[in-house]
Structures are given as C-alpha cells and as structure tokens.
C-alpha cells in the first residue's frame, strides 16, 4: 500500500499524515500521527475514514472560545475514539503590543509559547505516547500550535531540520481555500464582525519562521528532548514516542 502526505477529506483541508520522512532509523510510519486543520465541517462518513485509518485518538489545540464557536465533531459524536483538549496557546495573543510589534509576530509567538506553555507541550506528547492508536492533532488552520506539535514529533524521530521545515511549509498549498472557507463562514454568522484578513502575516507559514524557531529551541532549551524533559515528560515515554513514530510498517511510500 502507498500512503499520501495528504488526506483528502470532505470537511478538511490541510490533514496531512506526519508518516514517510526520513530518519537515520528508517521512515517515520505513517498512520501513526496525523496533523490537520479544524475538523468541525466534518459529518459522519468522514469521521468515520478517519476511525477506518486507525485514528483513535483526538486532540483539540484551540482555546475555548474556538471550540464553541466550531465545536469538534469527536467530542461526542464517535464513541471509539478519545477526545482531549489542551489549550496550547491559552493566554497568548500575537494581536497585542509587543508581540504584534515583533519583526516576524508569528516566531514571536512560537517563542512565548515555548517560554510559557511548557506544561501544555508535555501534556500533549504524553498523550500522544499513552494513546493506544493512531492519533490526530489539529487547532483551527494547522499550522502554527500544529505545525509545533508537529516539530517536536519529527525531531524527536530523527528527521532532519529541511523535512521539518517543509513540513511547516506545505500547509501553503491548503491555506488559500482553508481561509476563504473560514472568512467565508465568520461572514455568515456575523457579519457585522471583523473579517479574516487574507494579507495577514498571521497566515504565512514561511520556512524562515520554522528555521529560526528550531534555532530558538536548541540555543535556549537544548533542543526538543531537553526541553520536553524539562518540562516533565518522563524519559520512558520519550521512549515510547520515538517507538511509535518509527515502528516499521508493511509497505511505506510517499506521494
């Protein structure tokens, strides 16, 4: 069987699949992790792919106020698969002075989130290595609190910093149907509010962004693992990560 980067879904745009990088180990295996945009268009038939390809597992990066604005399908709506929400980002606002002021506002985001939300980055990847299946992480776009998620998956299995990069980078394929469609449904409900700006630096997801973020975790913190563990995450289950996204499979491949 040949597995694809992207998932094509009704209801999503950017699930994409974290399997198919290569490592000095081997390939990371694919089905194992599943990155995505907001799953909150999605009806049963697609919730129920998702549980066909081994997805037993759900987290849900978004704050509050997200969540109710476009609540998840999983939450109870699919009994076989487990729901989390950890709210990564919670308390940070790239929209305020400060961060808003930043040359590049989006890796200054990802370095408060890093200084700030330690606790949350371990609470997710414990999850992540407790989970008996397949699991599919995602916030509203998947691309920034995702794409960090995502980062730490890949360095932890070895993959190089170019793959990592380019991972962050390909949600820029997805991303003009994926905002339209979110500007599009914030106009419908209320149109009397402000609408996503498309020109937004927000919105990018630009390799530079990516490359200084990894230099910004291995000068202050050590790289991932070091962090991870300073943060909390016991060793063993660094362990059992690492397991998980290596695990061989019956036939890898990428298109």
Known sequence: MTYTRHIPLQGSFNLRDLGGYRTAKGQTAWRRYWRADSLHRLGPDAMATLVTIGCSTVIDLRHDTEITA??????????????????????????????????????????????????????????????????????????????????????????????????????????????????????????????????????LSEAGTMEAFLEYLDQLYGGAEAYLLAQGLRAEEIVRLRARLLQPMLAEGAA
């Open 70 to 203: 476009r609540p998840n399908p999983f939450f109870t709506g699919q009994s076989s698969v487990s729901y989390h929400h950890v709210s990564l980002f919670e308390g940070l606002d790239p929209t305020q002075p400060g961060m808003a002021d930043a040359e590049n506002v989006l890796l200054a985001l990802y370095c408060a989130a890093l200084d700030k939300r330690g606790e949350q980055f371990a609470q997710v990847l414990r999850l992540m290595a407790e989970a008996p299946g397949g699991v599919l992480f995602h916030c509203t776009a998947g691309k920034d609190r995702t794409g960090m998620i995502a980062a730490f998956l890949l360095l932890l299995a070895g993959a190089s910093r170019t793959d990592i990069v380019a991972d962050y980078v390909l949600t820029g394929d997805y991303a003009p149907a994926m905002f339209a469609a979110l500007r599009a449904e914030q106009e419908a409900k209320d149109p009397l509010k402000g609408f996503i700006d498309l020109s937004s630096p927000l919105l």
